[in-house]
Nanobody
Framework: QVQLVESGGGLVQPGGSLRLSCVASGSGFSINSMTMAWYRQAPGKERELVASIRSGYRTNYADSVRGRCTISGDNAKNTIFLRMNSLKAEDTAVYYC?????????WGKGTLVTVSS
């Protein structure tokens, strides 16, 4: 079993920055050997992939955030991060950490990001 705990969300003005964190734990689980991802779900919309990182270095980004977001990991802390810059109102959403482990999709409870002046 894997537990994912997100943090770092909050209220930020348009153009601002945030760094989200996701701490992963579980017997034998290491982020370095897995694909870890950030998803988001805005009010009234479906959950969508924001970014993913595989084996600690292969990254993938949604077109809507490419160039503004960076996903990274700290293997020693079993933690992944999502650095978001130049935030826009449309980035407002609950951000979820995700991984697929032994065929089970694990999700954190999410952290709310609100971009507003």
């Amino acid at each position: 079993q894997v537990q994912l705990v997100e943090s770092g969300g909050g209220l930020v003005q348009p153009g601002g920055s945030l760094r989200l964190s996701c701490v992963a734990s579980g017997s034998g689980f290491s982020i370095n050997s897995m694909t870890m991802a950030w998803y988001r779900q805005a009010p009234g919309k479906e959950r969508e992939l924001v970014a993913s990182i595989r084996s600690g270095y292969r990254t993938n980004y949604a077109d809507s955030v490419r160039g503004r977001c960076t996903i990274s990991g700290d293997n020693a802390k079993n933690t992944i991060f999502l650095r978001m810059n130049s935030l826009k109102a449309e980035d407002t959403a609950v951000y979820y950490c995700n991984t697929l482990y032994y065929g089970i999709n694990y999700w954190g409870k999410g952290t709310l990001v609100t971009v507003s002046s």
